[in-house]
């Protein structure tokens, strides 16, 4: 099946800064990628919907200056956590589908995950 | 899009078959249902996928009334390693969205 890559898949940064995730679809072109969060023994929540060549779509109650999206090519998007704090810590999962929103069967590949440390 | 509700939780033994049921009860027509699986700080992968009655695959079989309302994942003799959390999601434009999801431990 279809391949999504996330990078990296842990990262310990300070509070403060600010760490980028790379979401990749390694073997098709993706228009619509999608981020969520999950925290421990909770399910995934959606971010943010990401579409190449325009602005990310945010979930209501998601800052969209705390958490940048860029999608600047058909098959790689970017999160970016901005000034870090600790509550921000979490598991952040990038998603891409096959095809566009409008088939109703597009089956979604999920990347790794990437777990986020804030101290 | 169509809200699901699953069990929170489930145990079963090496060898058994396990069926786990979601309802979704206001599933519109042109929604699909989705089963993924879950393990500790990965990301889901998809197992099966189906819009009415059964469909089988190497892994699964997924279940589908006629109505729609419901449906069931049926996981064939499992193993330890199917110790996962397992979602359903139905929707129809694709946006996936995820439900609590169901916690299956397999036991020796």
């Known amino acids: 099946g279809a391949v999504v890559s996330q990078h990296p898949s842990r990262v310990i940064c300070k509070s403060g800064t600010s760490v980028k995730i790379e979401c990749r679809s390694l073997?098709?072109?993706?228009?619509?990628m999608f981020w969520y969060r999950q925290f421990p023994k909770q399910s995934l929540m959606l971010m943010a919907t990401?579409?190449?060549?325009?602005?990310?779509?945010?979930e209501q109650g998601v800052e969209k200056d705390k958490f940048l999206i860029n999608h600047a090519s058909l098959t790689l998007s970017t999160l970016t956590v901005t000034s870090a704090h600790p509550e921000d810590s979490s598991f952040y999962i990038c998603?891409?589908?096959?095809?566009?929103?409008?088939?109703?069967?597009?089956?979604?590949?999920f990347g790794q995950g990437t777990r986020l440390t804030v101290v | 899009l169509a809200k699901t509700t699953q069990p929170i939780s489930m145990d079963s033994y090496e060898g058994q078959e396990v069926n786990i049921t979601c309802s979704h009860n206001?599933?519109?027509?042109?929604?699909?249902i989705t089963w993924y699986q879950q393990f500790p700080s990965q990301g889901p992968r998809f197992i099966i996928q189906?819009?009415?009655t059964k469909v089988t695959n190497e892994v699964a079989s997924l279940f589908i009334p006629a109505d729609r309302k419901s449906s069931t994942l049926s996981l064939p003799r499992v193993s330890l390693s199917d110790t996962a959390v397992y979602y359903c999601?139905?929707?129809?434009?694709?946006?996936?969205?995820f439900g609590r999801g169901t916690s299956l431990i397999v036991h020796p």
């Open positions: 998603s891409a589908s096959l095809g566009a929103l409008s088939r109703m069967n597009t089956e979604a590949f």
């Open positions: 206001n599933i519109a027509t042109n929604d699909y």
């Open positions: 073997d098709f072109q993706a228009t619509t």
């Open positions: 999601l139905v929707a129809g434009s694709y946006i996936p969205t």
């Open positions: 189906g819009y009415k």
């Open positions: 990401s579409n190449e060549g325009s602005k990310a779509t945010y």
